[in-house]
C-alpha cells in the first residue's frame, strides 16, 4: 500500500485542503494539486501547517 505525505493548506468549516508533499509529488507536479477531505476523515487537533501521513486508509499527524 502507498504512503502519501500532505500538509494542510487550509481548514475551510468542514472540510480540509491538503496539499502533498512526498517525493513523488514532487517528482511528477502532483504537489500543485489539492485535495479537498473531510475533517471527520482527519485526527481532531489538526490546523492549518498540520503535516499528515496517509496510509492504510487512514490519516495520522506526522511529528516534525
Partial sequence: MNKFEYIIEEIDGDYAHLRRTDTE???TGAD?????VA???L???IA???RLLYEWMQYSILES
Fill in 25 to 27: 509529488a514532487l517528482e
Fill in 43 to 45: 485526527p481532531p487537533e
Fill in 32 to 36: 500543485q494539486e489539492h485535495k479537498l
Fill in 39 to 41: 475533517r471527520a476523515l
Fill in 48 to 50: 492549518e501547517g498540520t
